[in-house]
Each structure stands twice: as structure tokens, then as C-alpha cells.
């Protein structure tokens, strides 16, 4: 009933920049807390970032920190900006609405997956 559209996604070279997008449809996303993931072949999906507007918390993986930034600009989006992005960035990336974003990164129910938005990062 309620899904998320994510876009943005590109081949890139490494140490380019791309900004991701998270749409919602079906519901007012200002109302719910939401996280990015990714996934490759062969790993299982991970959080990359999430953000808890209740408390301001923000929470990224190890291997983004530093490089990716979740944000609500227009409060009708959320965005990931991924700067100085590696080979290893490569993914199919996912918005989710999330039940709670901690330290430890997103908890509790992960639902309304979108479609996905590829990104390469290649030479």
C-alpha cells in the first residue's frame, strides 16, 4: 500500500559525488523515521545511514562515515549525499521507513522498500 521511490542512482568514477532521493507514495514521510541500505552481490543488505528526528540522532556505517550524508531538506525527500565514493559503494540502494534509529544503526521494522537505484563506481 505505501512505498518509497528512490532515485538518483549513476555510474560514477571513484571519487565522484552522486545525491540519492527517497519519494514516498501512500503516506506523509515527515511522519516516519527512515534509513538507506544497499546491497551487492553476494553480501547481505546493510544500513548505511539513518536519522532519528525525535532526537537529532544520526548513525552511519564505518565504511561511509565521513563520505555520506542523510538529510530531509524539504522535509518530502530524504537524500543521501555520497561524496569521495569507492568501487566498493557499488550497490543497489534502498530507502526504508524504519522504527527507530539508534547508536548501533537502524532497528525494528524495516518496511515500505522501494525499487532500488543502482550505483557503479568504476574506471
Known amino acids: 500500500q505505501a512505498q518509497l521511490a528512490e532515485s538518483g542512482g549513476d555510474l560514477v568514477q571513484p571519487g565522484g559525488s552522486l545525491r540519492l532521493s527517497c519519494q514516498t507514495t501512500?503516506?506523509?514521510?515527515?511522519?516516519?523515521?527512515v534509513g538507506w541500505f544497499r546491497q551487492s552481490p553476494g553480501k547481505e543488505r546493510e544500513g548505511v545511514a539513518c536519522?532519528?528526528?525525535?532526537?537529532?540522532?544520526e548513525w552511519y556505517a564505518d565504511s561511509v562515515k565521513g563520505r555520506f550524508t542523510i538529510s530531509k531538506d524539504t522535509g518530502a525527500t530524504v537524500d543521501l549525499q555520497m561524496d569521495n565514493l569507492k568501487p566498493d559503494d557499488t550497490a543497489l540502494y534502498y530507502c526504508?521507513?524504519?522504527?527507530?534509529?539508534?547508536?548501533?544503526?537502524?532497528?525494528?521494522?524495516?518496511?515500505?522498500w522501494g525499487q532500488g537505484t543502482q550505483v557503479t563506481v568504476s574506471s
Open positions: 501512500g503516506f506523509n514521510l515527515k511522519y516516519y523515521t
Open positions: 526504508a521507513t524504519i522504527d527507530y534509529c539508534a547508536d548501533s544503526g537502524p532497528l525494528g521494522r524495516r518496511a515500505n
Open positions: 536519522s532519528q528526528s525525535s532526537n537529532g540522532r
